[in-house]
């Protein structure tokens, strides 16, 4: 593997360019190449211009060098950025657009989209976000595992959050989206959080998010793929605790549950194209549960500078008990976990 980078900065700053070349010759693989660009032009202060442009060839493989989300592509993008302050009710806000477009080396669009986001910040230091994009259809040619490319249908989406001070001693967020999903779906996602923090040592917070899909499809077998109508919970809970300016104690716990049902069943074309819906291909349920915790308590006391000393216990579980309600699915994996493990490390530096 590999690469050669390139970098210019123009004297005022208002242009700048960054990219890479890059080359892969394994023996499974074969040899590959590609390379992206970003470039970017800032004529004043708070407003810039940014295109990026990337190309990688099918043998191309990074990732025993570092991370490749995907090769076989090639495609652009173009997006703006526009920072503005001194409003009367909003003490800043940032306004971003963008339009991409990416296709494979067959010339099959595989994604694709236009849309912007504004962040605003109130003269209270609360928080709104608000993001309005749209995805026109598209191409799948990898959550098939290699049984074919089949198309998505076109997927508008709008998302709106609220955050408020985070300086206060009491704060929280919440935002709540909604976009189309798989070929005639949707997806309806929400969340709440609260963070309190009586005084500087100790801030505790508590959050969860909640998420409806209608039509969410993933591939089965051969070229069979299952939409399913799923329901899934991710509550969230931390607290950090300064005992001393060297002494801090963590604890985190974490769990995500989904339920998920089979609605329609579709077969992949062998020309690509739009999947065709068939009757249930066979008499095995495809209905599935997932139910994943992980706590932890974590003790660090600095003995010197860089040295330490960590006490660990952590308990992890999963389950995929079907059937069950969100509440018997993580009392499952809190009672019956798969494992628990307390761990003692040290960590001295030595010398100067």
């Given at each position: 593997?590999?690469?050669?980078?390139?970098?210019?900065?123009?004297?005022?700053?208002?242009?700048?360019?960054?990219?890479?070349?890059?080359?892969?010759?394994?023996?499974?693989?074969?040899?590959?190449?590609?390379?992206?660009?970003?470039?970017?032009?800032?004529?004043?202060?708070?407003?810039?211009?940014?295109?990026?442009?990337?190309?990688?060839?099918?043998?191309?493989?990074?990732?025993?060098?570092?991370?490749?989300?995907?090769?076989?592509?090639?495609?652009?993008?173009?997006a703006?950025?526009?920072?503005?302050?001194?409003?009367?009710?909003?003490?800043?806000?940032?306004?971003?657009?963008?339009?991409?477009?990416?296709?494979?080396?067959?010339?099959?669009?595989?994604?694709?989209?236009?849309?912007?986001?504004?962040?605003?910040?109130?003269?209270?230091?609360?928080?709104?976000?608000?993001?309005?994009?749209?995805?026109?259809?598209?191409?799948?040619?990898?959550?098939?595992?290699?049984?074919?490319?089949?198309?998505?249908?076109?997927?508008?989406?709008?998302?709106?959050?609220?955050?408020?001070?985070?300086?206060?001693?009491?704060?929280?967020?919440?935002?709540?989206?909604?976009?189309?999903?798989?070929?005639?779906?949707?997806?309806?996602?929400?969340?709440?959080?609260?963070?309190?923090?009586?005084?500087?040592?100790?801030?505790?917070?508590?959050?969860?998010?909640?998420?409806?899909?209608?039509?969410?499809?993933?591939?089965?077998?051969?070229?069979?793929?299952?939409?399913?109508?799923?329901?899934?919970?991710?509550?969230?809970?931390?607290?950090?605790?300064?005992?001393?300016?060297?002494?801090?104690l963590?604890?985190?716990?974490?769990?995500?549950?989904?339920?998920?049902?089979?609605?329609?069943?579709?077969?992949i074309p062998?020309?690509?194209?739009?999947?065709?819906?068939?009757?249930?291909?066979?008499?095995?349920?495809?209905?599935?549960?997932?139910?994943?915790?992980?706590?932890?308590?974590?003790?660090?006391?600095q003995?010197?500078?860089?040295?330490?000393?960590?006490?660990?216990?952590t308990?992890?579980?999963?389950?995929d008990?079907?059937?069950?309600?969100?509440?018997?699915?993580?009392?499952?994996?809190?009672?019956?976990?798969?494992?628990?493990?307390?761990?003692?490390?040290?960590?001295?530096?030595?010398?100067?």
């Amino acid at each position: 593997t590999a690469g050669i980078d390139y970098h210019y900065l123009s004297g005022s700053g208002v242009w700048k360019l960054d990219g890479q070349f890059l080359y892969s010759d394994l023996d499974l693989e074969g040899s590959g190449a590609g390379g992206f660009m970003d470039l970017e032009y800032a004529p004043r202060q708070g407003m810039k211009y940014r295109f990026a442009y990337t190309h990688f060839d099918r043998g191309l493989d990074l990732n025993d060098a570092g991370f490749l989300r995907r090769n076989d592509i090639t495609g652009g993008r173009i997006a703006t950025e526009w920072i503005k302050s001194g409003f009367q009710r909003i003490r800043d806000m940032k306004v971003e657009t963008f339009i991409r477009y990416e296709e494979n080396l067959d010339g099959y669009a595989i994604r694709s989209g236009i849309g912007g986001q504004g962040e605003f910040t109130l003269n209270n230091l609360h928080e709104l976000e608000l993001k309005l994009r749209y995805f026109p259809e598209r191409y799948d040619d990898r959550n098939s595992f290699g049984n074919g490319t089949y198309k998505i249908s076109e997927r508008p989406s709008f998302e709106l959050g609220y955050r408020t001070n985070e300086a206060k001693a009491l704060s929280g967020w919440a935002f709540s989206k909604w976009e189309g999903d798989g070929v005639d779906g949707q997806k309806l996602e929400s969340g709440l959080g609260v963070t309190w923090r009586p005084v500087d040592r100790l801030s505790m917070g508590v959050g969860t998010k909640y998420q409806v899909r209608e039509g969410w499809l993933l591939h089965q077998e051969d070229r069979f793929m299952t939409a399913f109508d799923a329901e899934e919970w991710g509550p969230e809970l931390n607290m950090d605790f300064f005992l001393s300016a060297r002494q801090e104690l963590r604890l985190k716990l974490q769990w995500v549950g989904i339920k998920a049902f089979e609605d329609k069943f579709y077969e992949i074309p062998e020309i690509p194209g739009d999947l065709e819906e068939i009757d249930k291909p066979n008499e095995e349920p495809d209905d599935f549960s997932i139910s994943s915790m992980n706590f932890q308590i974590r003790y660090r006391w600095q003995i010197a500078p860089l040295s330490d000393v960590f006490l660990v216990y952590t308990k992890f579980g999963s389950d995929d008990t079907t059937n069950a309600s969100f509440y018997q699915m993580f009392q499952n994996v809190w009672e019956d976990p798969l494992g628990e493990q307390l761990v003692l490390k040290v960590r001295y530096r030595v010398g100067t």
